[in-house]
């Protein structure tokens, strides 16, 4: 089975600073990792994804996420926040083999940018 | 970014009522899906559609939802009846291939 687990609900940092969102993935197979944020009354909006490669992706926005096979993990960064960044992240895992395009979640970090 | 549209926003039913939920994709794409969000709770998938049929379906796409897309019109997702459980944030989702998906802003669904 596979699951993702985003450890921290909530987030405040000030703007400015450097940001981290944890995220832990568990697969039996190839992980395709992505990366969402949701806007208040918007869809999800795809910052990056990866699939293979280098490990480290960049995205829309200045955020880019490291990928390591070793703690299976899938980290999102970005340098200096900006109040805009304020939303939810969804760290997201499809697999390669199995099921058609399933997507599984995480339970989603909320991000408050105080200024 | 390509956008996918939901209406309505926000639907509020009584129980054993029928109800609809319509999704327009992204006009060339091809795979269409739906996820339920129970509040505060984790996006879970519901249903694949590709070339007609239903692909996939988990385990929370029950006999009562069904899922359709007549030709050139939108993708609904139809709960006959609903139950109070149902009550939910309904989002659709589309993609061109099997990669990425462009989400849909949800549909608040109100089962009282």
């Known amino acids: 089975a596979q699951s993702v687990t985003q450890p921290d609900a909530r987030v405040t940092v000030s703007e400015g600073a450097s940001l981290q969102l944890r995220c832990k993935y568990s697969?039996?197979?190839?992980?395709?990792l992505f990366w969402y944020v949701q806007y208040p009354r918007q869809g999800l909006q795809l910052l990056l994804k990866?699939?293979?490669?280098?490990?480290v992706v960049q995205g829309v926005n200045g955020f880019e996420a490291e990928f390591s096979k070793s703690n299976s993990s899938f980290h999102l960064r970005k340098a200096s926040v900006h109040w805009s960044d304020s939303a939810v992240y969804f760290c997201?895992?499809?697999?390669?083999?199995?099921?058609?395009?399933?997507?599984?979640f995480g339970a989603g970090t909320r991000l408050a940018v105080c200024p | 970014g390509p956008k996918v549209l939901q209406i309505p926003s926000h639907q509020i039913i009584d129980m054993g009522q029928m109800v609809t939920l319509n999704c327009d994709p992204v006009s060339n794409h091809l795979y269409f899906y739906w996820y339920k969000q129970i509040l505060g709770q984790q996006m879970e998938f519901l249903v694949n559609?590709?070339?007609?049929?239903?692909?996939?379906k988990s385990k929370l796409f029950k006999d009562q939802f069904s899922v359709e897309r007549p030709d050139g019109s939108y993708f609904t997702l139809k709960i006959q009846p609903t139950a109070l459980e149902d009550s939910a944030v309904y989002f659709c989702a589309s993609s061109l291939d099997q990669d990425t998906q462009y989400f849909g802003p949800g549909t608040r669904l109100l089962v009282l």
């Open positions: 997201v895992l499809r697999m390669v083999s199995g099921s058609f395009n399933k997507l599984t």
């Open positions: 990866y699939y293979s490669g280098d490990p």
């Open positions: 697969s039996s197979g190839t992980p395709y």
């Open positions: 559609f590709y070339n007609g049929k239903v692909m996939e």
